[in-house]
Nanobody, 127 residues
Framework: QVHLVESGGGSVQAGGSLRLSCVVS????????MGWFRQALGKEREWVAS????????YYTDSVKGRFTISHDVNKNTVSLQIGTTKPEDTAMYYC????????????????????WGRGTQVTVSS
């Protein structure tokens, strides 16, 4: 059975940094895709970044390129999202997601592309 548990959210001033972690259990496929989404109040859930199991291939939405870094530690079964140079618009609930179906991680961009989810961790950026 698959479980995802996020941690690391909190409050930070604009320009600061934060690191989110997600422990993923139950996946053994070498092609598993893991990602982070976020959902601001009153807005739809949006894709932020994805990583193929092992961390060799990573993908980012344009608004976070150069500021966020996604990684996957196979030994710790942990997907991390390093959030740097934070902006108030980064304020949202951040969700970890995972899927091991055959669809390429490169093209997974929507919530429907992931079958397993964590409960989320809140990130608040103040100006």
């Amino acid at each position: 059975q698959v479980h995802l548990v996020e941690s690391g959210g909190g409050s930070v001033q604009a320009g600061g940094s934060l690191r989110l972690s997600c422990v993923v259990s139950g996946f053994t496929s070498s092609t598993a895709c893991m990602g982070w989404f976020r959902q601001a109040l009153g807005k739809e859930r949006e894709w932020v970044a994805s990583v193929v199991r092992g961390g060799r291939y990573t993908y980012y939405t344009d608004s976070v390129k150069g500021r966020f870094t996604i990684s996957h530690d196979v030994n710790k079964n942990t997907v991390s999202l390093q959030i740097g140079t934070t902006k108030p618009e980064d304020t949202a609930m951040y969700y970890c997601a995972a899927d091991d179906s055959s669809k390429s991680c490169r093209v997974r961009r929507g919530p429907a592309d992931f079958g397993h989810w964590g409960r989320g961790t809140q990130v608040t950026v103040s100006s």
